[in-house]
């Protein structure tokens, strides 16, 4: 599964990019066919993370295709060379109020350049396209105002704060959102 933005492509996980990037992150660079910065993972998707995900596709299998991890390629041409930048996706599929929670993160040498906010917008619409999904929802920390900023370019709405002290919950709806 492939989404495409102006600038980016999303690639969804497999089980065996998942465990190819535990492996090692160059068998993860020759699957995406892409360079891998030093510096990956970044953000909050470290090797607890990546194992988390390992283990809800396993026990998930093919239904939750593009429910989990995304991997945030940044398609140069034959002299630039494609580039992974981030991560982004879900939590799991929808619930049983369908909702989804969102997550990304983008390496710190690709920040600033509006990745985020497009790789947001469209894995939402991408999540809408569902028809399960009636909302996508975020959190992020009060000290984080680039993430927040992401959030509101991409129309989510700030809805109070989150289950943890000092978090921010964020959402969008299908009737307000990108579908």
Known sequence: MHLFTHRLELVAATLDHI??????????????????????????????AQEFFRDRMRAGGEAVAGWYVWYVILRGGVEQG???????????PPNDRGEVEIGYSILPAWEGKGYATELVQALVGHAFQDLRVRKVIAHTTADNPASQRVLEKAKFRRVGEGADPGQLRFEVSRITGLS
């Open 82 to 92: 494609s580039v992974l930048v981030g991560t982004t996706g879900f939590l799991g």
């Open 19 to 48: 465990c190819a990037e535990l492996e090692s992150t160059q068998h993860l660079a020759t699957m995406l066919d892409a360079q891998i910065d030093p510096e990956w993972p970044p953000g909050e998707y470290d090797r607890q």
